[in-house]
């Protein structure tokens, strides 16, 4: 029987459905769509708040992601209709740095809020987290409790497109790095050679450069510490390829109580 971990990598369970509403086009088009769709969400974009009210008017959105600066209304008056309209996870962008548009952003409802430019790898993990907090069932009051959270293995969470590492920290995964870890978890903590992973991540191995195997397998790495989620325990198996271990082994020499 495959482990949660393993389920979660081959179960192809809806993907997070966003919102995004930026008046820029380009900024909208050229990079938000299109990167946050590499992290495994399906994105729709609008560049007036028009534009929004009439795609919820056929469509279902788990999350809207929203600039404060739109031409035809304030993102602040937006997030305020939605938040009054439905329960929508709400991030807002902004380029003005100032505490002002912070605090009326959450104010209305908002559920987080970053500054712009924003970085693309901490705008998924902040949406991979809200959806986490809309799907608990003690969102709200008790969801906000000094209750410690119990620590446990590493994990993937929201279909695989989320690592989660024993501390809570999420790190959101491209297309690449999603394949990769659940190549490596769904080997239960052996050894995966690097022909195996490269087949998984191509179409044609001839065409595949193995270096990139290299850099992804680097990037991960330095993407967990950054993210102050400490060492991730992605292994280099000499001769063999690599290994992701989910927890400590236990040691079996220790002296029982």
Known sequence: MKDSSSIACS????ALQLAVLEDDAELRESILLPG???????ATGA?????LYRHMLRQRFDIVVLDIGLPDEDGVTVARHLRELSGVGIVMLTGNRGRRDHVRALEV???AYLSKPVDL????ATLHSLRR??????HGDAANDDTPTAITAWHMETDGWCLIAPNGTSLALTAPERQLMCSLIEAGGQPVSRETLIGALCSNVYDFDPHRLEMLVY??????????AGPLPLLTSRGNGYLFVCQPQQDHHAPTA
Request: proline share 3%; hydrophobic share 40%; no cysteine.
């Open 11 to 14: 179960d192809a369970a809806h």
């Open 36 to 42: 946050l769709r590499d992290f495994g969400f399906e």
């Open 47 to 51: 560049g007036t708040a028009a534009e």
């Open 109 to 111: 409802g908002a559920d």
């Open 121 to 124: 790898e901490v705008l998924a």
């Open 133 to 138: 907090r809309l799907a608990d069932p003690r």
């Open 219 to 228: 990037r991960l790495r330095r993407k967990s510490t950054d993210a102050g």
